[in-house]
């Protein structure tokens, strides 16, 4: 005795691999969701220790950063939290891997310890990042 599939059986079977197909691929793709590109900034240091530095004497510093992430990293502003600090970075963006820099002037002429704070704003996964600025001036005699 030979048994034969019908045209529903065989059309129902159809219709069952050609749903689990379709699902089996949505779970495929919920599986490799593709993470979204981000920038990093990595600094080479968090505190800029001036140290002991003579009154009115070049306060100029630089640090260095690194985008350690995947995506561009564009730094939008940095602000000081004084007048006595005056920050400076490039405008333009840096690329994963590379490194950039932001150059910290402090006006020496006052004479005693300072602690000040530098806020740089990027598309980092770390929106602000507060650096430290620290050191003493001390007059010099003449």
């Keep these: 005795m030979k048994l034969h599939m019908n045209t529903v059986t065989k059309g129902a079977l159809l219709c069952f691999f050609l749903v689990a197909t379709v699902h ?5 793709l919920a599986l490799e969701k593709v993470e979204p590109k981000v920038a990093i900034i990595d600094f080479a240091m968090e505190t800029v220790d001036y140290g002991t530095i003579a009154q009115d004497s070049d306060g100029t510093r630089t640090i260095s950063f690194t985008n350690t ?3 561009p990293l564009i730094i939008t502003d940095v602000k000081s939290s004084c007048g006595c600090t005056v920050p400076s970075y490039s405008k333009a963006p840096i690329l994963p891997n590379k490194t950039g820099e ?3 002037k402090y006006k020496t002429s ?10 740089v704003l990027s598309n980092a996964t770390e929106a602000s990042k507060k650096i430290s600025i620290k050191g003493e ?6």
Aim: charged share 20%; aromatic share 8%.
């Design 24 to 28: 089996l691929g949505y779970a495929q």
């Design 69 to 71: 992430g995947d995506a």
């Design 102 to 104: 932001i150059t910290v």
């Design 137 to 142: 001036v001390i007059k010099v005699s003449e």
């Design 110 to 119: 006052k004479v005693g310890a300072f602690h000040k704070t530098i806020t």
